[in-house]
């Protein structure tokens, strides 16, 4: 079982910087991928930031150029960079790892951590 620790959220103005934490209770080097994921009340939860464990990643649109993810593997923590921030990032984010053996691949959420942007 993994156990996944966010941190790092807040209430900041708009144009400003936020950087979310997730720790890990095992080794992210075990994961195969590693992500960021937000959502508001009434929507789906929608893909934020990617990365695997080739060091690919992957950004929406609505957050390219934005938004960094990173990861420190002596910390067993992965990061989420915000800058620029706008209204619109107002979400819960969660952090997601997955692991893969064989066919099967297991995912693990962290518990979310409140962004609010104001205008």
């Known amino acids: 079982q993994v156990q996944l620790v966010e941190s790092g959220g807040g209430l900041v103005q708009a144009g400003g910087s936020l950087r979310l934490s997730c720790a890990a209770s095992g080794s992210i080097n075990s994961f195969n991928a590693m992500g960021w994921y937000r959502q508001t009340p009434g929507a789906q939860r929608e893909t934020v930031a990617l990365l695997t464990s080739e060091s690919t990643t992957n950004y929406p649109d609505s957050v390219k150029g934005r938004f960094t993810i990173s990861r420190d593997n002596a910390k067993n923590t992965v990061y989420l960079q915000m800058n620029t921030l706008k209204p619109e990032d107002t979400a819960v984010y969660f952090c997601?790892?997955?692991?893969?053996?064989?066919?099967?691949?297991?995912?693990?959420w962290g518990q979310g951590t409140q962004v609010t942007v104001s205008s």
């Open positions: 997601n790892v997955r692991r893969c053996s064989g066919f099967y691949c297991a995912n693990y």
